[in-house]
């Protein structure tokens, strides 16, 4: 099964680096997500059908609002998970990339688990590491990066003990 999931993504990924894909995927694609976990209680994500994937559970950056986005998630061994700010390779930083960085403690559902996490950004000395990581799950990712123009914010969720006060 993983043989034949990783070909699929294979297949797949490219697709997901084209213009098409760019302009139509950050409009379709978070509203679909969000329907989808409402009707199934949060237990399943359009994005799982192909990757891991999880809901984060942000504080807004500026509002202090709370905040639910929709990512792929690269799994890093206790618990831990790495996710990139790609933004469909648009060249601004997406919004929950900000809420992390101002509010590192934060939540993530996957499979409807809700687990409290921190988040730290990954350092330069990490970056291609992490990249290659993330590429084992989806081939040729980082190109979102290259495409566009600027450098992609890379996280590690680790999980916490207790929740945050």
């Known amino acids: 099964m993983a043989s034949l999931l990783h070909a699929v993504r294979t297949v797949v990924a490219p697709l997901t680096r084209t213009r098409v894909f760019r302009a139509v995927g950050p409009v ?3 509203p679909a997500e969000r329907l989808l976990a409402r009707c199934s209680g949060g237990r399943l994500q359009i994005s799982a059908l192909l990757v891991p994937s999880l809901v984060l559970h942000s504080t807004g ?24 700010g790609s933004a469909f390779a648009q060249g601004r930083h997406p919004a929950w990339t900000y809420n992390l960085l101002a509010h ?4 993530i559902s996957v499979r409807g688990r809700r687990v409290p996490v921190r988040a730290t950004l990954i350092d330069d000395d990490e970056r291609d590491a992490t990249w290659a ?7 040729g990712y980082r190109a ?7 450098v992609v914010r890379l996280f590690r969720l680790q999980p916490l003990a207790e929740p945050p006060a």
């Open 28 to 30: 379709l694609l978070p």
């Open 61 to 84: 950056a500026k509002s202090g609002e709370p905040r639910d986005t929709y990512l792929m998630y690269t799994p890093d061994g206790q618990g831990r998970a790495l996710v990139a």
């Open 104 to 107: 590192p403690d934060a939540g």
């Open 133 to 139: 990581r993330l590429e084992t799950q989806w081939p």
């Open 144 to 150: 979102y990066e290259r495409t566009s123009g600027r």
